[in-house]
Structures are given as C-alpha cells and as structure tokens.
C-alpha cells in the first residue's frame, strides 16, 4: 500500500469502527434472533424459519404490516403533496433576503418534543378537543365527530404534521439548485407556466421530491409512539407489535423476525422509488 492508500485507511479507520458497532452488528444481531425460538426466558438457538412462517400465515402480522404500509405511504404523499407548494413559494417567490427567516420558521416546529406534538395533537383531534369545540360552536356540527381520533385517520394527521420539516427542507433544496435560465428559455420558446413546471422545474426537483418521500416513508413505517397514542386499536402499526414481543410476550426472536420484515419491505420499496426517480430523470 501507498502511503497516501495507509493515509486514508488510517482516516476513515475510527469511522469504519464504528459503523460496525453501533449499526451492522445490532442488525446482525437481530437478523441471527430472527432464527431462533424463544420459551420465555430460554432461547433456543437452533436455526429454524417457523418465525417466518408464523409472520406469513398468522394474519394478525399480515394485518398490521399490510396497515404499516398503507399509513406510511398516505403519510408519504400527503406530506409531499403539501410541502412541495410551500418549497416552490419559498424558492421562487420570497426574496433572496429573506429566504432564511422562512426556513427558520419552516423549523420551528424542532424546537419541541416530538411526544409533546403527538400529545396535542391528542387534544386537537379528541371528543371534546379543541376540533370538536370550535366547530360546534359554530353550529357546523350537531355533535362531536368521532372519525378523527383513535384510528388510522390520526395517524396519518399526526405524522405528517410531524414530518412535513422533514419534507420541505429537501425539495426547497432541490428547486434552490435550479437554473432559472432554463426556465426563462422553456417559456422564451412558447412554453405556458404549467408546461414549463411538468417539463423543467419538477423533472429537475425530483431528486428533493424522492429523497423527501425516502426521509418520511422509512422512519413512519416504524414509529410506534404516534400509533400508541392517537391511534387506538384500529390505528396500530407493526412497530407496536414488535414492542409487545419484545418487551411484553417476552419473544425476542418473533419481534425480531417481524423487524427483519419490515426492513426488507422498506428497502424494497426504497429501491423501486430510486429506479424510477433513475428513470425519469432519463
């Protein structure tokens, strides 16, 4: 080796460590779970695949991943579909000077607990909760409307609220990196507005819009605390399944298993949304 290959190796050394022991060795470890049994407190660590063919068959584990998915991806595009707007007005039409007190705004809603914007959304949305109140006072409404709380409708009210930062800071990224140039000369050569946004801008922002459905859709997949809260029984999500197994029925291998599951089917659709954000930027 040379001694700038020894130079480098030597860098990125410390970084390489700790990769590997704080992310691929717990991920290796609860891939190894996966394969055993669990009878109480004994673990059996003889490799077996019934787990899996439990998660497969048991159609409560169906149910909850198959609603997992559904939320996240309502999550997914709500958000994006709502903050796209908002990052487009901040791109082209705040002015240079103050782009930076909207993005500061944009992240204010860092500044408190996650679990404290979970909770009032609790108050928000709840039978006699702020919603509720208002609209019957002003007689809109002849009695409190239940629809809203403690099911998959809360969920996805939650999360996108707690993720929509999370969304506009990419995409305004993305549009911030467009060369105005391109869109003056679409429009110099009888292009109307609308055209020149399909053809031009929102080719170019692509790459903000799929790594802003990437940053919500993998970490809203396995978030549990929203459903727990605001969800109830019809709002309930894989992750609360895998927290029950592991912290309830004392079967580590089963939560494992399901875990394994989830972050494959992630990595799946993560994958497909990376192929054809390839493709149409082809």
Not at 24 to 42: C, I, K, N, R
Not at 112 to 140: A, E, P
Not at 161 to 183: C, G, M, N, Q, W
């Amino acid at each position: 080796m040379t001694t700038d290959a020894r130079r480098g190796l030597a860098l990125i050394s410390p970084t390489v460590v700790y990769v590997l022991l704080l992310l691929a060795a717990p991920l290796a470890a609860v891939v190894t779970f996966s394969f055993w049994t669990q009878d109480f407190l004994t673990i059996d660590r003889t490799l077996t695949l019934n787990n899996y063919r439990e998660a497969f068959t048991d159609p409560i584990y169906r149910t909850l991943m198959l609603r997992s998915l559904t939320i996240s991806g309502v999550v997914t595009v709500v958000t994006v579909v709502l903050a796209f707007p908002i990052a487009y007005f901040v791109s082209f039409q705040v002015h240079p000077s103050r782009k930076a007190l909207w993005i500061f705004l944009i992240t204010i809603p860092f500044w408190t607990s996650y679990l404290l914007r979970v909770f009032l959304w609790k108050v928000i949305l709840g039978f006699n909760g702020v919603l509720n109140s208002g609209l019957l006072s002003l007689g809109l409404i002849d009695e409190p409307i239940t629809f809203i709380l403690y099911n998959a409708n809360a969920v996805v009210i939650t999360l996108a609220h707690a993720f929509a930062p999370f969304t506009i800071l990419p995409i305004y990224v993305a549009l911030e990196k467009i060369d105005r140039s391109l869109i003056e000369a679409s429009q110099d050569l009888g292009e109307s507005k609308v055209t020149t946004f399909f053809r031009v801008t929102l080719p170019l922002a692509m790459p903000g819009v799929i790594a802003a459905t990437l940053i919500v859709f993998i970490p809203t997949i396995g978030d549990y605390v929203t459903p727990r809260l605001v969800g109830g029984p019809n709002g309930l999500m894989i992750a609360n399944m895998i927290q029950t197994q592991f912290l309830k029925l004392n079967n580590a291998p089963m939560g494992a298993t399901l875990a394994v599951l989830a972050m494959c089917a992630v990595t799946a659709i993560s994958l497909v949304f990376v192929f054809f954000n390839r493709r149409y930027l082809r």
